[in-house]
């Protein structure tokens, strides 16, 4: 059985930091695109940021490049998704997703907003 | 960027009814279309890929068509779990988008 869970959303100030987590069991990571989409509170689903297989093919939304970092521990079969310079319209819930580009494995989401 | 609209925004339907959702692309995507299926609170679920594919598990009440820009989903008989939001969603090219999503309410 697939299971992701994320951890690591919190109240964060505009201009702060935080770390997102994704733990992975049943499915490999390095063995699939790993994702992450996320969802302000009320409205739809946006493409946050993948990795591929190898590592090493990365994307980013516009609205995210240069201020989050995806990456993952293969040792843990985990994602991450490092966010720097918080703004508010980043607030949503994120999931981790697997089996990119029409993932059929979700995480239950974790919650960031981004307020003062 | 490759723009995805879905029409209608909001459609209120009756269990046995049958249901149509259309998604249409601002270029051709085919056939790298897929609908995912969201319930408040929770995760959305995937339903169908490359436009007419059905997800495993996903009962055959759900068939997705189309090709070139417009797609459809359709429930050929809704049934009470069927009440929630879809969305569209093309891969064919970076960006991915989603569409804005059609709400699904008991009418």
């Known amino acids: 059985q697939v299971q992701l869970v994320e951890s690591g959303g919190a109240l964060v100030r505009p201009g702060g930091s935080l770390r997102l987590s994704c733990v992975v069991s049943?499915?490999?990571?390095?063995?699939?695109?790993m994702a992450w989409i996320r969802q302000a509170p009320g409205k739809g689903l946006e493409w946050v940021s993948y990795?591929?297989?190898?590592?090493?093919?990365?994307y980013y939304a516009d609205s995210v490049k240069g201020r989050f970092t995806i990456s993952r521990d293969t040792a843990r079969n985990s994602v991450y998704l490092q966010m720097n310079n918080l703004r508010p319209e980043d607030a949503a819930v994120y999931y981790c997703?697997?089996?990119?580009?029409?993932?059929?494995?979700w995480g239950q989401g974790t919650l960031v907003t981004v307020s003062s | 960027d490759i723009q995805v609209t879905q029409s209608p925004s909001t459609l209120s339907a009756s269990v046995g009814d049958r249901v149509t959702i259309t998604c249409r692309a601002s270029q051709n995507i085919s056939p790298w279309l897929a609908w995912f299926q969201q319930k408040p609170g929770e995760a959305p679920k995937l339903l169908i890929y490359?436009?007419?594919n059905l997800q495993s598990g996903v009962p055959s009440r759900f068939s997705g068509s189309g090709s070139g820009t417009e797609y459809t989903l359709t429930i050929s008989s809704l049934q009470p779990d069927d009440f929630a939001t879809y969305y569209c969603?093309?891969?064919?090219?970076?960006?991915?988008?989603f569409g804005q999503g059609t709400k699904l309410e008991s009418k």
């Open positions: 990795i591929g297989r190898s590592g090493r093919t990365l």
């Open positions: 969603h093309q891969y064919r090219s970076y960006p991915y988008t």
């Open positions: 490359k436009a007419s």
């Open positions: 997703v697997a089996r990119v580009p029409a993932p059929d494995y």
């Open positions: 049943g499915l490999t990571v390095r063995e699939h695109y």
